[in-house]
């Protein structure tokens, strides 16, 4: 996987195309739902085989999602229903879910115990997966709503064919939604109050099609909106062949605009982020402001000079807090690896709440490829003495950060274990010697 090569691939039983697919959480399972016909094939990760096909829905599926917990699989289908299937009891029947509408998106909520679908006609429909009942209904129609196409024939506010969504993502406590579709926007709603918390803009690039809510007036007709280069030859009889032996007028050349959409919506597991997915390229949206340069708390006696003056001066706290605040991983990482190791704690309760994040994301990241184990796990061990009961209470600022922490230090634990457990014979006798050579000393 990390060359990018083809390791293996995934065929049905009978040819057919492929419109969704999804992977438990285990790694073990892999489901695809195919347009026609109209079911869904589940293989075998490890051997690669096709072990079972899930058939009952009358149309083509268009979304799958694995229960966050158990081994169940939702599907979606054009014929207007949600299925969910146990996929590890093969005579079980399938719980369907009537929506009334062709589904065109399908997701379970991080607890597994509510699904979501959203329908062609712009309803998102919450039910709860214990008992199947109908929890409640966004109408998300006139939020979802987007610009006028140029091939449009009727103004956006009559126009149907893009009010829905075709992607939807629960946020990590499952309070709230995230949903996108066929619009330049993409709407956050809070489930429980059933409102539009906020609604986002991807994209303000007047070339795309769909971003302008009005077209210009000039360019449309009475049959439809006029483009004078689509004119073919026989619409245009004015038109001069510019093309070397070209017989004909029409050279066969089109264009066409980009139309704005979003394809995929996602919230990070923090909740502190979500990203789309569009025809410009991937947006990731923050609550954290720590990728933005702040300015406000630098002075000019804040400079890198200032920096190492502290550092010769011994004021390793102060020097801390400069480098913080300029913010660069360089310098920050000099003054940390400069502090001995009997002054780690006094320059850790000098470093105040408001720089704890960028703190322990600076020694994440230097503790990847350190050989300074212990030095830096005491900066952890003292960071959590001094400031865990702050950032237990807020854990939500701090969830990130703790994390990409918690993250390095698994990594370099399962690296020493590694080592340990393949010397373990040696460092044994060096012990035994060494314990050997004190024993003969106070003989002596």
Known sequence: LHRYRNCKTYTSDVPCQFLSMAVDKSGEVVCAGSAEPFRVCVWSVQTGKLTDVLTGHEGPVSSLDFHPVRGSLA????????????????????????????????????????????????????????????????????????????????????NASSRYFTSIAYSADGTCLLAGGNSKYVCIYEISQQILLKKFQISFNRSLDGVLDELNSKNDGDRGPIDEEHDSADENNNYTPHLPGAKRADDGSRKSKVEVLTMQVA???????????????????????????????????????????????????????????????????????????????AVVRSVGQEHLSHLIQFLSKCMEDSPHVEYYLQWCLELLQTHGLFMEKNRGKYLRSFRALFRVVQSRYVDLKAICDDNKYSLEFLENQANLLLGGQDDK
């Open 75 to 158: 599907s979606a289908s054009w014929d207007g229903t949600v299925k969910v299937w146990d996929l590890y009891k093969s005579d079980s029947t399938p719980e369907t879910f009537e929506s009334g509408a062709d589904v065109v998106c399908v997701a379970f909520r991080p607890d597994g115990n509510q699904i979501c679908s959203g329908t062609i006609r712009g309803l998102l429909r919450f039910w709860n997966t214990e008992d199947g009942s109908l929890i409640c209904e966004i109408d998300g129609q006139k939020d979802i709503k987007g610009g006028r196409k140029i091939n449009d024939r009727m103004t956006a506010d009559n």
């Open 267 to 345: 919230f990070s597991p923090t909740g502190r982020e979500w990203s789309t997915v569009s025809g410009e390229g991937l947006h990731v949206y923050s609550l954290d402001d720590d990728m933005i340069f702040d300015p406000m708390a630098l002075t000019e006696a804040v400079t890198p000079g200032a920096v190492q003056s502290n550092l010769r001066k011994g004021k390793y706290g102060m020097a801390l807090l400069m480098s913080l605040h300029l913010n660069e991983f360089a310098l920050v990482k000099s003054v940390i690896e400069d502090t001995p190791y009997e002054s780690i704690s």
